[in-house]
T-cell receptor
Framework: NAGVTQTPKFQVLKTGQSMTLQCAQD?????MSWYRQDPGMGLRLIHY???????DQGEVPNGYNVSRSTTEDFPLRLLSAAPSQTSVYFC????????????????FGPGTRLTVL | KQEVTQIPAALSVPEGENLVLNCSFT??????LQWFRQDPGKGLTSLLL?????REQTSGRLNASLDKSSGRSTLYIAASQPGDSATYLC?????????FGQGTELSVKP
């Protein structure tokens, strides 16, 4: 298994541009989520999905859109990039959430480092 | 609102020392608690996950405990090695979300 993959690894945008961060997993996980990591703020949840066709907002959803058309993919769209969205973005997945230990472990991708000028 | 705190923020120890990293949370309604390791510029690697009905989990030189009544979890690392140098993060599973602490940056000196 490739696990959780994210593309691109690095991206530089200008203010106002839009882009999509890709996330895919090949473990047949139902639960997928996006986090951003900022110095002094830690990791914060942006959006999450408990299965194909189902998404919900996390702690910091403004400026981001998600959709989940397949079990494998969970793209994150920046609608109009702002300097405040400069961050490292992580995608995570698990087979279940609030379930047994064996299936609840969250697996993280390698991250996308985004800079908005 | 759930808050997760990790103390200390940074720790430097000589190789071979046993050490304890602390994690505290304000709301006992967490379901599971997970410890991660993050190397500089890398993603998060899961170390241990403790379900709320359990009190501890062990993997090799690592032992994690959970006491929901006191709102605390600890990660014990035995016989530390320079390769253990990384940032260690704890996260509470609650309501479909992971609530992260700020992490403890560990440096193990040869």
């Amino acid at each position: 298994n490739a696990g959780v993959t994210q593309t691109p690894k690095f991206q530089v945008l200008k203010t106002g541009q839009s882009m999509t961060l890709q996330c895919a997993q090949d473990m047949n996980h139902e639960y997928m989520s996006w986090y951003r990591q900022d110095p002094g703020m830690g990791l914060r949840l942006i959006h999450y999905s408990v299965g194909a066709g189902i998404t919900d907002q996390g702690e910091v959803p403004n400026g981001y859109n998600v959709s989940r058309s397949t079990t494998e993919d969970f793209p994150l769209r920046l609608l109009s990039a702002a300097p405040s969205q400069t961050s490292v973005y992580f995608c995570a997945s698990s087979y279940s959430f609030n379930g047994p230990v064996s299936t609840d472990t969250q697996y993280f991708g390698p991250g996308t480092r985004l800079t908005v000028l | 609102k759930q808050e997760v705190t990790q103390i200390p923020a940074a720790l430097s120890v000589p190789e071979g020392e046993n050490l304890v990293l602390n994690c505290s949370f304000t709301d006992s309604a967490i379901y599971n608690l997970q410890w991660f390791r993050q190397d500089p510029g890398k993603g998060l690697t899961s170390l241990l996950l403790i379900q709320s009905s359990q009190r501890e989990q062990t993997s090799g030189r690592l032992n994690a405990s959970l006491d929901k009544s006191s709102g605390r979890s600890t990660l014990y690392i035995a016989a530390s090695q320079p390769g253990d140098s990384a940032t260690y993060l704890c996260a509470g599973h609650q309501g479909g979300k992971l609530i992260f602490g700020q992490g403890t940056e560990l440096s193990v000196k040869p």
